[in-house]
């Protein structure tokens, strides 16, 4: 994995956003091969990719070319949007207080410019709207929230925005919209795209609900597997991922050890990114409704075939009516369980993989079926040697975006334990980390966040896609594997990336213009 972001524009630009926005439309309607994402935000896009399918060269030649067709300056303005507000945020009487004004004077203001949707990120929909008027300003929250309610009118600088889904976030909570911004159900999901206008009206009625998960679990099944008769704490159906999605603020998803799940696949013969189940900390039991070849791997759990263990890196026949257990075993969070032939599912955006926070897809629950994609004829009894999990989890740090001598320095000084672990990301105890925040941008893979609490955040798989706060680092690639089995609890050592050995490669970061 690789990394480059372009900035077009410091501030508020809309030229700067209208280039960014157009190059990303232009890339994504022909992606290159090994293009992961291209996200645009005010004045900057973000790329990810495959340097191995899509070298740094290529891509910038690409970019050149796109850039200096005129096409990609030319954004259609979009629509005017309506969106009717109840003014009973958490933080509105703070908000009068902290500005100086009244209740009805914060309304008033915020409802007095038509807004500019510059992204959508963070969140499935969420849009990043602006410019709030100066006497509104306020900076963000030193620490975000754990959870913002659904439908949340919010604001953080020049910037406001709806929270389409319970999330965390660090901005000021002004109202309610009565109107979702976000549904998966809907034949279009998206309320607003870039380059709409929005404006806000006070008005009263219901909350909107919160939109049910969507299935991405066939009803019935083509070819029943196995029933699940005890779901575990979190048993997911994964693929590879969603890619090239990002720009809506859909998450990447995936398996968070995908060192793991390649190894499970591998085992029974599986192409790369068929989905398989990922299961973290407490294991199902499960019953076989036909004879299965299945690959297991992964950490921290041992499997049991009606009481026989199975270690993980071995394939092996799952008889139809054994049932399938797992207990805690050794180091380690997560495990893979690979069927002959993957498993059936819908994908959503061209995946599937659930974006838990988008409500796309759900964990497993009792009396689920599951199926398979194909019948394949494997054979059993594949065995491969997993990497050991090492006793202190040490991650190579590379600069990130906001890089800075005394915070990169701070992140190598001491360990860290890790606070609270889950998909998203992992909260961190430790030395005090130099923080900040600025205008939203797109959000790297093991991006290391640090808000000015000083307290890092280090992103995973289902981060979302933009975000505020400084990035002075992020994980080596090679060591974003080790991350998806981190507990709560588990010590965190980080070393530096850069090696003047060329076997590794060090990006190059167009914000300092050398090679660190």
Do not use: C
């Not at 796109?66 to 509105?92: F, K, M, N, Q, W």
């Not at 206008?197 to 299935?215: D, K, M, Q, S």
């Not at 289902?462 to 994980?475: E, I, M, N, T």
Request: a neutral charge.
């Amino acid at each position: 994995m690789d990394g480059l972001y372009l900035t077009f524009g410091a501030g508020l630009s809309e030229e700067a956003n209208r280039l960014a926005q157009g190059l990303a439309q232009a890339l994504l309607k022909a992606p290159p091969e090994g293009l992961w994402e291209a996200i645009p935000a005010y004045g900057t896009l973000y790329l990810e990719f495959d340097a191995q399918k899509l070298t740094r060269p290529r891509l910038l030649r690409l970019l050149r070319r796109l850039a200096s067709h005129t096409e990609v300056t030319g954004e259609e303005e979009g629509r005017v949007v309506d969106i009717p507000v109840r003014y009973d945020g958490e933080d509105l009487l703070q908000v009068a207080g902290r500005t100086g004004l009244s209740l009805e004077e914060v309304k008033r203001l915020h409802q007095a410019p038509q807004y500019r949707v510059y992204a959508l990120g963070f969140t499935p929909g969420f849009p990043f709207l602006a410019p709030v008027l100066e006497p509104l300003r306020l900076p963000r929250r030193s620490h975000p929230r754990p959870r913002v309610p659904a439908h949340s009118v919010a604001m953080a600088g020049p910037q406001t925005g709806v929270y389409p889904l319970p999330s965390p976030g660090g901005w000021h909570l002004l109202g309610t919209a009565l109107v979702a911004v976000y549904d998966p159900h809907r034949e279009e999901p998206f309320l607003l795209r870039p380059g709409d206008r929005v404006r806000f009206r006070e008005a009263a009625g219901p909350t909107p609900p919160e939109p049910a998960p969507l299935e991405l679990l066939p009803g019935e099944p083509r070819l029943p597997a196995f029933r699940v008769e005890e779901p575990g704490l979190m048993d997911l159906v994964v693929d590879r991922g969603r890619f090239l999605a990002g720009h809506l603020g859909l998450a990447r998803s995936g398996p968070l050890d995908p060192y793991s799940a390649a190894l499970a696949n591998r085992l029974v013969g599986n192409p790369p990114g068929t989905p398989l189940l990922e299961m973290a900390y407490r294991g199902p039991v499960l019953t076989a409704l036909e004879d299965l070849v299945v690959g297991f791997a992964g950490y921290g759990f041992v499997a049991l075939l009606d009481g026989e263990e199975i270690p993980p890196g071995r394939s092996f026949l799952w008889p139809r009516g054994k049932t399938l257990s797992f207990r805690p075993w050794g180091r380690g969070v997560r495990a893979y369980l690979a069927v002959a032939g993957g498993l059936e599912v819908h994908t959503f955006f061209g995946s599937a993989s659930p974006d838990l926070r988008g409500r796309v897809g759900r964990p497993l629950r009792a009396l689920d079926v599951l199926g398979l994609r194909e019948r394949r004829a494997v054979r059993p009894g594949w065995a491969f040697r997993q990497r050991p999990l090492p006793g202190v989890f040490r991650l190579r740090l590379l600069p990130g975006p906001q890089f800075t001598e005394e915070a990169f320095g701070a992140l190598l000084s001491a360990p860290f334990r890790v606070a609270r672990a889950d998909r998203m990301g992992l909260e961190l105890q430790g030395p005090e980390v130099p923080g900040g925040e600025g205008l939203s941008e797109a959000t790297p893979l093991g991006g290391i966040q640090v808000p000015p609490s000083g307290r890092p955040l280090v992103l995973l798989a289902d981060k979302g896609s933009l975000g505020g706060y400084a990035k002075p680092a992020r994980v080596a690639a090679e060591d974003l594997w080790l991350l998806g089995q981190v507990w709560p609890g588990a010590e965190l050592v980080f070393t530096s990336g850069l090696y003047r050995d060329d076997r590794y490669k060090v990006p190059i970061f167009p914000w300092e213009g050398k090679t660190p």
